[in-house]
């Protein structure tokens, strides 16, 4: 499985950003997605996840603000984040959790995308 993000960037706070995650090779393996972050000096963090079936998990400093979605037939994940806030600055992961039996699941990550929130 590869996957590959977009969408980060520079924004003002109070404003908004969409990141993409797009899958290819084994997608049909993949269960659970999800994004996480990672701020300089700080260890990585879950931010978002989300099932095949569309159950969704959301860290308690991003709810309300953030929605994580995903678009099985095109592969894509996606993560809405609205009011972005100064510490939401971060490289930004994107997760998936593939399953090739009852015991064996591997854990794939993308290159990350930098969301940068001014003051």
């Known amino acids: 499985v590869q996957l590959v993000e977009s969408g980060g960037g520079l924004v003002q706070a109070g404003g908004s950003l969409r990141l993409s995650c797009a899958a290819s090779g084994s997608t049909w393996s993949i269960n659970a997605m999800g994004w996480y972050r990672q701020a300089p000096g700080k260890q990585r963090e879950l931010v978002a996840t989300?099932?095949?079936?569309?159950?969704?998990n959301y860290a308690d400093s991003v709810k309300g603000r953030f929605t994580i979605s995903r678009d099985n037939a095109k592969n894509t994940m996606y993560l809405q984040m609205n009011s972005l806030k100064p510490e939401d600055t971060a490289v930004y992961y994107c997760?998936?959790?593939?399953?090739?039996?009852?015991?064996?699941?591997?854990?794939?990550w993308g290159q990350g995308t930098q969301v940068t929130v001014s003051s």
């Open positions: 989300i099932t095949s079936g569309g159950s969704t």
């Open positions: 997760n998936a959790v593939a399953d090739y039996g009852p015991i064996l699941s591997m854990d794939y």
